[in-house]
């Protein structure tokens, strides 16, 4: 469904999300201070505005209470980003993401009302250290503290075993969301269905049981 989505701040993360978020076929206003940011961004948002996000009065004449969603990626001005978020919350918005550049910076947003803290820099570089950890991790995602999920390649000692060959949810208490082969995802797998080599396993858990999956499947 088409969304109404404000993207405040035109650096290299807004503009980004800005881009996909147009090409996903949603309605994004797109706002910076800067006005050669807001020009590169013309053929990817409905409205392009030249304006200093931090003034309530502005956001309101340009209608920002009627969207539903804002990201607010002001990069390092603190103040700024800090002050927009509040501002945005105040106006109403349901959901006001924000980007970071620290967990100081993200303890604050959170206290003024913000939804999601995202630390662009810090997720990625998250993800990269899986990567070069384990060639059988082809992607991850962090849940919370303790539970993620991890894209999986299934090794030869996985081939030719359904899910409760392999015992994965009783001896690693991960659950299976999805198997890949090649384009085909098969959603919700059956316990009986059957993995071949190279198939990826799109599995949740507590970090150390995947760890151990990981490892075992190696
Ligand atoms: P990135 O690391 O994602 O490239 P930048 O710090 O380069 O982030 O970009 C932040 C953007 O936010 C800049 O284009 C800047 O002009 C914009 N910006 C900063 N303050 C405001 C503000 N008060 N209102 C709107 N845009 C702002």
Same mark, same amino acid.
């Given at each position: ?10 650096? +290299? ?10 090409? /996903?076929?949603?309605?994004? !206003? ?5 006005? $050669? ?32 969603? &804002? ?7 603190? *103040? ?19 980007? &970071?550049? %620290? ?5 604050? /947003? ?5 939804? +999601?803290?995202? *630390?662009?820099?810090?997720? !990625?570089?998250? +993800? ?10 082809? $992607? ?5 503290? @303790?539970?993620?999920?991890?894209? /999986? ?24 969301? &999805? ?13 009986? %269905?059957?993995? &071949?080599? $190279? ?8 970090? $150390? @049981? ?9």
């Amino acid at each position: 469904m088409k969304k109404q989505i404000v993207v405040i701040g035109l650096g +290299r993360f807004g503009s980004s999300v800005c881009k996909e978020l147009h090409s /996903l076929g949603h309605e994004i !206003m797109a706002i910076d201070t800067n006005p $050669d940011k807001v020009d590169a961004l013309r053929e990817y948002a409905s409205f392009t505005v030249n304006a200093d996000a931090t003034d309530g009065n502005q956001l309101k004449s340009l209608g920002v209470r009627n969207f539903e969603h &804002a990201i607010v990626a002001i990069g390092d001005d603190l *103040q700024a980003s800090v002050l927009c978020t509040l501002m945005l919350k105040e106006l109403g918005l349901p959901k006001v993401w924000v980007k &970071a550049r %620290d967990l100081q910076h993200e303890k604050i /947003l959170h206290k003024v009302g913000a939804d +999601r803290v995202i *630390q662009p820099e810090k997720e !990625m570089g998250i +993800r990269v250290a899986h990567h070069v950890d384990s060639d059988k991790i082809v $992607d991850y995602i962090d849940l919370s503290h @303790d539970y993620s999920i991890i894209e /999986l390649v299934a090794s030869g000692k996985m081939a030719n075993k359904t899910l409760v060959d392999m015992n994965i949810r009783k001896e690693f208490n991960c659950i299976v969301l &999805a198997i890949k082969k090649h384009e085909e995802v098969n959603i919700a797998p059956a316990i009986d %269905d059957m993995v &071949a080599q $190279d198939d990826v396993l799109i599995v949740m858990g507590h970090k $150390d @049981d995947l760890k151990r999956l990981e490892e075992k499947s190696l």
